[in-house]
Structures are given as C-alpha cells and as structure tokens.
C-alpha cells in the first residue's frame, strides 16, 4: 500500500515542524495540551480528596447530626464548591489555646512529680526511723530478758537462804503444814493459811444455816431452777418451821402478823451471822439485839467480823488485859479497844484508879486462872501475833464500830451499871427481841425500820388500846404493844409504806450478801425470794467445803 504523501504546510514545507507556522505549531503541541488537560483534571480531583479528608476531619454541631442520608449529599455539595462557605461543622480548636493547656498540663505534672518525690523521700525516712526503732526495742527487751533472769537467780538464791534458816516450830508447823514447811516459800504458806480461814468461814456459815433449818421445797432443793421460770417463784419456803412465801410480799398479807414478823426476824438473824461469818459488810446494817454499854452507856449491836472475836485455844493470857467475859459482854466495842490499848498504862498507875479499872478489867489477875479454852481462828498464829490481832481490829469491824457506837451525853456516861428503864429504852429491847430491825445506813442517827407489819383495823374505836403510831427518829414506837392496829388509813399506809422499805432493805441485805459470797449470778432468785436466794447461798457454802 503506497503512503500519501506528507502535507504540504501553506508555508510550502514538506517536514511540518516549522515552527514560525501555525499549523506546524499546533500539530506539535496537541499532544502536550493533552497531557496539560489531564495534569489539570488530576490535581482537581486531589483537591477535592483533600477538601473530604479535611471535613471529616472536623466535629458537627450536636444539632447538626444526624444519620439519614444526607450527608452524603451534603458531602458532595462541598466537595463540588457549592456549600462550603456556608456549612455549619465547627472550626478545629485554635492551636495557641491546646498549646496553653499542654503547658499546663506539662506544669501540673511537673508538680506532682515532686510532691511524689517528696512522699517518697518522706517514706524512706519514716521506713529508716521505724527501723532504728525496731533495733532500739530488741535492744531493751534483751535487757528486760537479763533482768528477770538476775531477778530470777536472785529469788532462788534467797529460797534456799530461807530454807537453811527455817525453825520448825510446832506452831510453824500448825500453819503451814508439814509438807509446805520443807520448801519455805512464803506465798505457798500465806496460800494455805488463806484456804484454812476461807474454809472455816464456810464451815462456820453452814452451821449458822442449820441452826435456822431453811426448807425451800422439792421442786427447789434439787436444783432445777432451768427448768423454772426464773421470773416468777411459787411455792411456800420455811425456815426455823416458819413459813415466808417465795413470791415475796406479794403474798405476805395472807400470813398471819406474827408468823410473818418472826420469819422475817429469822431471815434477818440468819443473814447477819452468815455475813459475819463470811466477813461481809452489808449495806443496810441489821441491828439483831440492843445493849446498853457498861462504861458510856451507848446503846449498841452486835456486830462485825466474826474473826475478830476476842477467844483464845490454849493460850496463856492475862486477863487484867481487859478481854475478860464479863468485861467484853458487859462494854461495846469501841470501849472494848479502848480498854485494851488502854490497859497498860493504867496497870502502872496502880490501884488509884480502881473504880476505872473495874469497869474494864472484870476480873484481876488470879494465879488459879491460866488458860481460856475457846475455839477461834486465831488458833493458827503465833503467841506474839495473837496478842497483836487481840489488840488490832480488822477494817472491817472498825467500820462496823464507828457507824454502830453512838455517843451518849455525859451523864449517861457517867450513870452506873445499872440496865435503864427508860420506856423508849423497854421498847427498843423489846422490838429487837420481837422482830427484825434494819438502818438504812451506818451513818450515826440513821433511820431505823422494824419489819413489824401493820394490820388495819377496821372495827373503829373498839380496839384504840392497842393502835401503834408509826416509829420515831429514835427508833421507838409511843406504844409497848406489838400488834400495830390501825383505825386511821393514812397512818396505816405509813405504816405500810415503812414496813415495805425495811423488807426491801432486807432483800438488799441477802442479795448484797450472795454477790460478795461468791455465788453464781445464774443460781440466784428474784431479790423477793429471799430463801431461795438464802438457799443458793447455802448450797455454795457447801460447794467451797467439799
């Protein structure tokens, strides 16, 4: 196939790359107009890439969002330049204002960044103090440790001194027992005095028990109080063959006054010789007899520790010290010490004083009289510690001494021996004799109630005779008969309300006298049971004995 010829450029050139002709020029610069056209397209369409990129870059208002399908419309309108002036997507956040807040967040961490450097050089040096502390601890306990191993070869060391240095005594021998006296230690010997005296208390409590004869009953004899109800106690108790119901005074009314006054004397007795028995100081005193005193003419109780009864086994005593029968059962026990530590000194004086000395010392001395034979506790000390503990009280009966030795004016002081008829002195003996007496304290002056309980009288004036007011201050009634009648309701209801008190001060009394015993609080009654309360008592005595 033959080619055509090449066209003729009007410029008469056959090669058509003359570039001073038109023609020739646009031949040779399409192609690069192509290309131009096609750069230009490109970089249209990476501009709007671009613009995309850049608007999905950036937040929509909250009220802008929404997932329909407009936004791709939306999109495209931007995209094609035609709403971008006019979109509503926030701007992003201005540079300066994130650089302000990373060079705060920069200074904020900074500062924590020392404050935990601070803590933790803080820490160390607690941890280093704790330490040091530590070591100073071991360091003293090992000295605590050395110590009590010196004390200890130092305590040993003295045992054997004393074991090398014990007298086996016979008395020595009585108090601490054979066994005991080998080892000479002293705790062990006090251990065992203690258990013998505790173990006569007890002894001496049970028999003041047997002498009042308490009978609670089957259904409470043998212990079963688990299965009863603890609130409420039934049943009639009896003590010295006299009946006292266990609900209390709910059911004192329908005893007869007299049964009722002497139960009541009888729980009274019994509590006080257990308690001096025991050694127990109660609350409310009970004042069980009246007595004149020989030398001050005081009216007072007998009372206080059995321990310190003034009684000697065996022992060689002069009597002219003032602890004579006679002397003892006729002088309180204020004048009773008195007279002992003032004794001595009189026995120098001579005879000048003999009207004085009769009243202390009963009997002078005989050559005939050597020993009292009389049991008592004081039979487990020596001569010299007899003689001591017979002139010392305890604190107990001191106590006991102070608040029950009232003091009389100067011409009772000075009166003689003779025993008082005054009447409201008859009617003191005579209350003490019929029915139980409590104070309300041991203060001197305190008042006094006699659980003797009133009846009303509903006949009127019939029996006017035999109508007893209410007690005094002094403790006496302004009438010598026993059988408080009442016509008048409001004096009866004093009466009553007396008689109440004195029961309640009784139920303090055996409550008081359990607790300080010892007994188990899960074994005691309500404080009107006084019985049963008496009988647990009882039935611990017997506990502490086997």
Same mark, same amino acid.
């Given at each position: 196939?033959?080619?055509?010829?090449?066209?003729?450029?009007?410029?008469?050139?056959?090669?058509?790359?003359?570039?001073?002709?038109?023609?020739?020029?646009?031949?040779?610069?399409?192609?690069?107009?192509?290309?131009?056209?096609?750069?230009? #397209?490109?970089?249209?369409?990476?501009?709007?890439?671009?613009?995309?990129?850049?608007?999905?870059?950036?937040?929509?208002?909250?009220?802008?969002?929404?997932?329909?399908?407009?936004?791709?419309?939306?999109?495209?309108?931007?995209?094609?330049?035609?709403?971008?002036?006019?979109?509503?997507?926030?701007?992003?956040?201005?540079?300066?204002?994130?650089? #302000?807040?990373?060079?705060?967040?920069?200074?904020?961490?900074?500062?924590?960044?020392?404050?935990?450097?601070?803590?933790?050089?803080?820490?160390?040096?607690?941890?280093?103090?704790?330490?040091?502390?530590?070591?100073?601890?071991?360091?003293?306990?090992?000295?605590?440790?050395?110590?009590?191993?010196?004390?200890?070869?130092?305590?040993?060391?003295?045992?054997?001194?004393?074991?090398?240095?014990?007298?086996?005594?016979?008395?020595?021998?009585?108090?601490?027992?054979?066994?005991?006296?080998?080892?000479?230690?002293?705790?062990?010997?006090?251990?065992?005095?203690?258990?013998?005296?505790?173990?006569?208390?007890?002894?001496?409590?049970?028999?003041?028990?047997?002498?009042?004869?308490?009978?609670?009953?089957?259904?409470?004899?043998?212990?079963?109080?688990?299965?009863?109800?603890?609130?409420?106690?039934?049943?009639?108790?009896?003590?010295?063959?006299?009946?006292?119901?266990?609900?209390?005074?709910?059911?004192?009314?329908?005893?007869?006054?007299?049964?009722?006054?002497?139960?009541?004397?009888?729980?009274?007795?019994?509590?006080?010789?257990?308690?001096?028995?025991?050694?127990?100081?109660?609350?409310?005193?009970?004042?069980?007899?009246?007595?004149?005193?020989?030398?001050?003419?005081?009216?007072?109780?007998?009372?206080?520790?059995?321990?310190?009864?003034?009684?000697?086994?065996?022992? %060689?005593?002069?009597? %002219?010290?003032?602890?004579?029968?006679?002397?003892?059962?006729?002088?309180?026990?204020?004048?009773?010490?008195?007279?002992?530590?003032?004794?001595?000194?009189?026995?120098?004086?001579?005879?000048?004083?003999?009207?004085?000395?009769?009243?202390?010392? /009963?009997?002078?001395?005989?050559?005939?009289?050597?020993?009292?034979?009389?049991?008592?506790?004081?039979?487990?000390?020596?001569?010299?510690?007899?003689?001591?503990?017979?002139?010392?009280?305890?604190?107990?009966?001191? /106590?006991?001494?102070?608040?029950?030795?009232?003091?009389?004016?100067?011409?009772?002081?000075?009166?003689?021996?003779?025993?008082?008829?005054?009447?409201?002195?008859?009617?003191?003996?005579?209350?003490?004799?019929?029915?139980?007496?409590?104070?309300?304290?041991?203060?001197?002056? /305190?008042?006094?109630?006699?659980?003797?309980?009133?009846?009303?009288?509903?006949?009127?004036?019939?029996?006017?005779?035999?109508?007893?007011?209410?007690?005094?201050?002094?403790?006496?009634?302004?009438?010598?008969?026993?059988?408080?009648?009442?016509?008048?309701?409001?004096?009866?209801?004093?009466?009553?309300?007396?008689?109440?008190?004195?029961? #309640?001060?009784?139920?303090?009394?055996?409550?008081?006298?359990?607790?300080?015993?010892?007994?188990?609080?899960?074994?005691?009654?309500? /404080?009107?049971?006084?019985?049963?309360?008496?009988?647990?008592?009882?039935?611990?005595?017997?506990?502490?004995?086997?």
């Amino acid at each position: 196939m033959a080619t055509s010829p090449p066209a003729t450029c009007y410029c008469g050139s056959s090669h058509g790359n003359h570039l001073s002709c038109r023609v020739c020029a646009a031949r040779n610069l399409t192609s690069k107009i192509a290309r131009y056209s096609a750069a230009k #397209q490109r970089h249209l369409q990476k501009k709007r890439e671009c613009q995309l990129r850049l608007l999905e870059t950036r937040l929509l208002p909250a009220n802008e969002i929404d997932d329909g399908g407009d936004d791709k419309h939306n999109l495209q309108n931007d995209i094609d330049g035609v709403s971008l002036g006019k979109s509503k997507r926030r701007p992003l956040p201005d540079p300066n204002q994130i650089n #302000q807040q990373v060079t705060h967040l920069k200074e904020r961490l900074d500062i924590l960044r020392s404050l935990s450097n601070d803590l933790a050089v803080n820490v160390t040096a607690k941890t280093m103090e704790n330490d040091e502390r530590q070591s100073n601890l071991e360091i003293q306990s090992q000295k605590v440790l050395v110590a009590q191993e010196r004390l200890s070869s130092m305590k040993h060391c003295l045992v054997f001194q004393a074991e090398d240095n014990i007298i086996n005594s016979p008395d020595e021998k009585k108090l601490y027992g054979n066994d005991s006296v080998g080892d000479g230690r002293l705790r062990d010997a006090l251990d065992h005095g203690r258990h013998q005296i505790q173990s006569l208390r007890f002894q001496f409590a049970l028999r003041v028990f047997d002498m009042h004869r308490i009978d609670v009953g089957e259904e409470y004899a043998n212990g079963n109080k688990g299965k009863m109800n603890k609130d409420n106690a039934t049943g009639v108790g009896k003590i010295g063959g006299l009946p006292l119901p266990h609900a209390g005074p709910a059911l004192y009314g329908v005893l007869p006054q007299g049964v009722l006054a002497s139960s009541l004397r009888l729980v009274a007795t019994l509590t006080n010789l257990v308690s001096r028995c025991l050694g127990v100081v109660l609350p409310h005193p009970i004042l069980v007899c009246a007595k004149e005193c020989s030398k001050c003419g005081s009216v007072y109780n007998f009372g206080g520790d059995v321990i310190d009864t003034i009684s000697f086994d065996n022992i %060689d005593i002069d009597i %002219d010290d003032g602890f004579g029968d006679d002397a003892q059962s006729s002088l309180c026990n204020a004048c009773c010490q008195e007279g002992s530590s003032s004794s001595p000194r009189k026995n120098q004086r001579g005879s000048a004083s003999g009207s004085q000395s009769k009243v202390i010392h /009963a009997k002078l001395p005989s050559p005939n009289t050597t020993r009292l034979s009389k049991t008592s506790l004081m039979s487990f000390v020596g001569t010299s510690a007899r003689k001591a503990m017979a002139l010392t009280a305890s604190a107990t009966s001191r /106590a006991m001494t102070n608040t029950q030795h009232v003091a009389t004016s100067s011409e009772q002081g000075k009166s003689s021996q003779l025993i008082s008829t005054s009447p409201s002195i008859v009617t003191k003996r005579i209350n003490h004799a019929s029915f139980a007496v409590l104070a309300e304290s041991y203060q001197l002056g /305190a008042t006094e109630y006699i659980l003797n309980p009133p009846r009303l009288n509903d006949d009127g004036g019939n029996n006017e005779g035999k109508i007893l007011s209410p007690v005094n201050e002094t403790g006496a009634s302004s009438s010598n008969s026993q059988n408080q009648l009442f016509s008048n309701r409001e004096d009866f209801h004093t009466a009553e309300e007396r008689f109440s008190i004195g029961v #309640q001060l009784l139920q303090n009394d055996v409550i008081a006298l359990c607790f300080r015993a010892g007994v188990d609080v899960s074994k005691l009654w309500p /404080a009107e049971s006084v019985l049963l309360n008496l009988h647990a008592l009882l039935e611990h005595c017997q506990a502490q004995i086997v």
